[in-house]
């Protein structure tokens, strides 16, 4: 059955549902309440009823962190993304997975003019240029990111590849070294307009140091993880005045 007749018994909102969490790579039920502003009790029901038809894959190997769904091979040709690869979810990636998808849907929220991309298709892109899915032009520019670093989640204009701001999620305190290596990446590059470091309480000095030893304070904005939802500004780079 070829691709077009598959797509063709899945509703829109379900093909939907999958090309999202296809794209982030991982969600959860919070996240997509928050996005589609619904109850976490609905959220979670149409993420369980994918698993349950196999295009999602359930994982939760933090008792006290809430579960993460992933795609599985057949949910991604389910919605045409076959050129994505499926996230496989750890102990040590999981609460990492779960703010991803959560600071993706407020930067949705905030930023509709953009689109959201999880690692999984910045990688896709990467590998195969301008057969993964999305823009041409956003692949050849995606291909200019320093290796082997990638970020979290990138924030594009679609038609404005050089617009793009690329989004660091950080919970845990990185060596300074490696941080340093990490700015100056992103200091250097050209393929984005600039790079939004998201911190979890602790976290934030360590970035601000690394920001200031490399010179990058014109290009890395640094933005606690609690203030995203209340930040509304027409730049995702703020001022750093």
């Known amino acids: 059955m070829d691709q077009e007749v598959r797509n063709a018994a899945l509703s829109p909102d379900r093909v939907q549902l999958l090309a999202w969490a ?10 997509l309440a928050r996005r589609r502003q619904m109850s976490i009790a609905s959220a979670s029901g149409r993420l369980h009823a ?4 196999g ?16 795609m599985t091979r057949r949910g991604l040709r389910a919605c ?9 979810i750890t102990s040590g990636n999981a609460a990492h997975a779960i703010a991803c998808a959560r600071v993706a849907v407020a930067l949705e929220r905030a930023y509709p ?4 991309l999880g690692e999984p298709e910045v990688r896709a892109h990467e590998r195969i240029g301008g057969a993964a899915p999305g823009d041409p032009a956003l692949a050849r520019a995606l291909a200019a990111l320093p290796l082997p670093h990638r970020p979290d989640l990138l ?6 590849p050089s617009g793009a701001v690329a989004v660091e999620v950080e919970l845990t305190v990185k060596g300074p070294r490696r ?5 100056r990446e992103w200091a250097r590059s050209h393929a984005v ?7 979890a309480p602790g976290v934030g000095r360590a970035v601000l140091r690394a920001v200031r030893a490399t010179g990058a304070g014109e290009r890395v904005a640094v933005l606690q993880l609690a203030d995203l939802d209340d930040t509304p500004c027409a730049d995702p780079i703020p001022s750093r005045a």
Request: proline share 7%.
């Open 179 to 183: 941080l340093e290596r990490i700015c």
């Open 50 to 53: 994918a698993a349950r038809r």
């Open 80 to 88: 045409g993304l076959d050129a994505l690869s499926p996230v496989r």
């Open 113 to 116: 003019e953009h689109a959201v």
């Open 155 to 160: 924030l594009v204009v679609p038609g404005r």
């Open 193 to 199: 307009a600039g790079v939004l470091y998201l911190v």
């Open 22 to 31: 296809a794209r982030l790579g991982a969600v959860t039920a919070d996240a």
């Open 55 to 70: 295009e999602l894959q359930r994982a939760r190997p933090l008792t006290a962190e809430p579960a993460v769904f992933t």
